[in-house]
């Protein structure tokens, strides 16, 4: 198989991030800013994501944007007047965190033109990808690793190693929400890896081949670009990464030790905050109390 020769390679060091979506689940919050940009406790969610992808030895971020993305390119880089006024306020610690910040890897940006879905987005990457396997975080999503554990993508990352084939990242999915996600039909080969033999985007709950869903991450590898250059529009008129993702002759479905927060539309962002918020030592005690009973106004 010809996917076979990445088998213990060195690791994958290069990471796409589609962030070209309107964002209109946001609206009007995403008028004026990318979606990417709603804050999550302190940060803005592509960082998370760029995070997860360097922490995952990820040095080569690709980020696909679009028109009125413009404030993620900045995010990441050098913001010389502000390091400037941090220097001769003082501001030692702000200063380190907006060098480290414009530092973090070598982040590259390309415009999706249209907006023509998640995979014709992926495919906008094929130049700067090459023949190199290649990791895909979805920048709606933040991943926190189990304690102990390598963060998501570097699990993924891992498995790909050990099949030397492309690795979708998978959880379980409740009911409700089997009709929002790509759900997997596959056979559990060992702990938490699946050989996966289909993929199917967004199925009705009563056609559903599984309750396993891709979690958005994937370790893919160069064929992919040639596979999306003759996909045709699937669901919602778009061209999928998961029709893509099916012609794939061998592929494995992992699911990671670590939770999800999926920061896709109003509901999800606020209830990510509120746990994350909950997780923070920052944060803990003043969220305790402001939901305390005696503060709860019935
Ligand atoms: C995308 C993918 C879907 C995947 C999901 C994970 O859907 O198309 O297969 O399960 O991300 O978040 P979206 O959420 O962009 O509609």
């Not at 213990?8 to 290069?14: F, P, Q």
């Not at 102990?148 to 409740?174: H, N, S």
């Not at 009911?175 to 033999?197: A, F, M, N």
Request: charged share 25%.
């Amino acid at each position: 198989m010809m996917q076979r020769e990445f088998a213990g390679e060195a690791s994958v060091t290069k990471a796409v991030i589609p962030a070209a979506g309107w964002g209109t689940r946001f609206f009007p919050i995403t008028k004026a800013q990318p979606k990417e940009m709603v804050p999550v406790v302190d940060r803005p969610v592509v960082q998370y994501v760029v995070e997860e992808a360097v922490a995952s030895g990820c040095d080569d971020i690709l980020i696909i944007t679009g028109r009125n993305k413009r404030a993620i390119e900045d995010h990441f880089d050098i913001s010389a007047e502000l390091n400037e006024h941090l220097r001769n306020s003082g501001d030692l610690k702000l200063l380190a965190e907006s060098e480290r910040l414009s530092s973090l890897a070598n982040i590259h940006f390309i415009r999706q033109k249209e907006q023509r879905g998640l995979g014709d987005a992926v495919l906008c990457a094929r130049q700067h990808v090459g023949d190199e396997p290649f990791a895909v975080l979805l920048g709606d999503v933040i991943c926190v690793p189990m304690p102990g554990e390598r963060p998501c993508t570097g699990q993924l990352i891992d498995v790909f190693r050990r099949y030397g084939a492309p690795v979708i990242g998978v959880e379980t999915v409740p009911d409700h929400k089997i009709s929002d996600y790509g759900i997997i039909d596959g056979t559990l080969i060992e702990d938490r890896v699946y050989q996966i033999l289909d993929i199917v985007e967004k199925p009705l709950l009563s056609e559903t081949p599984s309750n396993v869903g891709a979690m958005g991450r994937y370790v893919l590898t160069q064929e992919i670009f040639e596979i999306l250059g003759r996909t045709k529009p699937g669901k919602k008129g778009e061209v999928q990464l998961t029709d893509a993702l099916r012609k794939y002759p061998e592929m494995y479905g992992f699911m990671p030790k670590n939770t999800r927060y999926d920061i896709g539309d109003i509901p999800g962002w606020v209830v990510s905050n509120l746990q994350l918020l909950m997780q923070d030592e920052r944060y803990r005690n003043l969220i305790m109390k402001v939901f305390s009973p005696s503060n709860i106004i019935s």
